[in-house]
């Protein structure tokens, strides 16, 4: 890895773990992201929805079962 490239992934890094706060309220709907009660619970759903494809989809590859 070139030193040029090594300060570029060091500068991204920094970056987004500078930032990683705003991502986190941003994730569970908190402060200004918040959306209100039946918006945020749309969003947890969704998100419980997302997880569950996604747990099933890798227990099936780890089997050796194509994903669907």
Do not use: C, I, K
């Not at 918040?34 to 780890?62: I, V, Y």
Request: aromatic share 14%; glycine share 14%; hydrophobic share 35%.
């Amino acid at each position: 890895m070139t030193d040029q490239l090594a300060g570029l992934l060091a500068e991204q890094a920094r970056y987004y773990r500078e930032r990683a706060g705003e991502y986190d309220d941003w994730w569970f709907r908190r402060g200004r992201y918040d959306r209100g009660a039946d918006a945020n619970a749309r969003w947890f759903a969704l998100l419980g929805e997302s997880q569950a494809g996604a747990s099933a989809g890798r227990e099936g590859l780890l089997r050796g079962q194509p994903a669907e």
